[in-house]
Nanobody
């Protein structure tokens, strides 16, 4: 059974930081490109960052220099370090396996940036 379980979301003030985690199981994690997506209220889901099976990375322009995606294949886990957070980063953040076509989705974790 495939599972992607996100954690680490919460409420943070503008300029603050959060670190999201996504623990994967039930598929060949090391062979999958892994991504983070987000969906703000009343907006479409958008891609945020990807890390390839070989650990190459790419980012949405608006998060470049602030967010860092990483992976630990020994723990079948990916991370999203988010710094200098802005109110417009408020969204539900989803972990996804497969890129560009997503094979599996996590359930999401809420990130709220507000003073």
């Amino acid at each position: 059974q495939v599972q992607l379980v996100e954690s680490g979301g919460g409420l943070v003030r503008p300029g603050g930081s959060l670190r999201l985690s996504c623990a994967a199981s039930g598929f060949a994690f090391g062979r999958h490109h892994m991504s983070w997506y987000r969906q703000a209220p009343e907006k479409e889901r958008e891609w945020v960052a990807v890390i390839s099976a070989g650990s190459n990375t790419n980012y949405l322009d608006s998060v470049k220099g602030r967010f860092t995606i990483s992976r630990d294949n020994s723990k079948s886990t990916i991370f999203l370090q988010m710094n200098s957070l802005k109110p417009e980063d408020t969204a539900v953040y989803y972990c996804a396996a497969g890129y560009p076509a997503v094979d599996y989705w996590g359930q999401g974790t809420q990130v709220t940036v507000s003073s």
